[in-house]
């Protein structure tokens, strides 16, 4: 398997460089972060949630939680849970459910990060699949994602 290519193609056109890593299979944050060999902190996590209707992607360290109560309040929303997977798997046509990159401006969704990931030089996502992440450094995500950030999540234990 590779990136989707609209994935790949958008980094390339952004002239950023990125590396490209493949996996034994994982559907977890923390199995993926096993699999490669890293702290489950160092891997970006993508949960979508909705907020009054709306679907927003929210990237957390692997090893955190969102802290709904916590990102509603950022957001000022009167209502926020975690999105059904039949809420957004559309959304993501290219990508295995629960597999998502956090580059949301590639689905037209609100990105927020946060802000205990950009303390890394570098950001470590999947790429599409649960077999497969892109690492590259925060600076040229938060360039290319333009993500708003903020306090929400919490370790678990």
């Not at 390339?12 to 972060?33: E, K, N």
């Not at 489950?40 to 979508?48: D, M, S």
């Amino acid at each position: 398997m590779s990136i989707p290519k609209h994935i790949s193609e958008f980094l390339d056109s952004q002239r950023v460089w990125y590396q490209h890593f493949t996996h034994s299979l994982a559907y977890t944050a923390q199995g993926i972060a096993h699999a490669q060999h890293i702290s489950g902190k160092h891997l970006a996590k993508v949960v979508i949630v909705k907020a009054d209707g709306n679907l927003i992607m929210a990237v957390v360290p692997g090893n955190h939680r969102v802290d709904l109560q916590r990102l509603g309040e950022i957001l000022n929303a009167d209502s926020i849970r975690l999105a059904a997977e039949d809420e957004f798997k559309d959304i993501f046509p290219d990508c295995e459910l629960g597999a998502m990159p956090p580059l949301g401006n590639l689905y037209k969704l609100d990105v927020w990060v946060d802000a205990s990931l950009n303390s890394h030089p570098h950001i470590l996502f999947n790429a599409g699949s649960h077999s497969e992440t892109i690492l590259m450094s925060i600076a040229d995500f938060d360039r290319l994602v333009q993500p708003k950030i903020g306090t929400f999540s919490v370790l678990m234990h």
